[in-house]
């Protein structure tokens, strides 16, 4: 029994690492505008790099390898989606979502009513600082907030994230 990846397996995998490199790639690229579009264009370079490849390496095709190939690179482009899609939109589509489910015109304060389930901007405020304090990233004293080392680093790590795939 070979327990060593297939061709179609080593060239899924190899593009699966390459992807997150080829975003940070496109982020520098200024006729690609919008996170979405550059996703996109991410992932139909990759597929096309995937097949590609595929047609290129000799050697007999197995129906297994490609199959496997295929989901291992869908499963990298799913992981990719999750991780880039909370940088770009997590929070702001939760929102929007809520302004949707409303079915209607509401002011800042409605907003914040209907994401929160009747709390208000103060309560949405509210809710944000204790999932901060409540991770460890955020401390209170004397009524006053700061941020702690862990905080710092994850704030530093998003901004590096997000400057290095264009994000902001």
């Avoid at 179609?8 to 982020?27: F, N």
């Avoid at 989901?71 to 702001?92: D, E, H, I, R, S």
């Avoid at 509401?106 to 209907?114: G, H, K, N, P, V």
């Amino acid at each position: 029994m070979n327990l060593l990846p297939g061709p179609a397996q080593t060239i899924a995998i190899c593009l699966s690492v390459a992807l997150p490199l080829l975003l940070l790639g496109y982020a520098r690229i200024a006729v690609i505008h919008g996170a979405g579009r550059r996703f996109r264009l991410g992932c139909l370079s990759v597929i096309v790099l995937f097949v590609i490849a595929c047609i290129a390496v000799p050697g007999p095709r197995h129906l297994d390898d490609l199959v496997s190939g295929v989901l291992l690179l869908m499963t990298a482009m799913m992981l990719c989606y999750v991780l880039f899609g909370l940088l770009t939109w997590g929070f702001t589509l939760t929102l929007l979502t809520a302004l949707v489910q409303a079915g209607r015109p509401l002011t800042s304060e409605q907003w914040a009513a209907a994401y929160m389930q009747g709390g208000d901007l103060g309560t949405f405020a509210h809710n944000r600082l204790k999932l901060l304090t409540g991770s460890g990233m955020v401390t209170m004293a004397d009524d006053k907030l700061a941020a702690t080392a862990k905080g710092l680093a994850v704030a530093h790590l998003v901004k590096l994230v997000r400057f290095s795939t264009g994000l902001g």
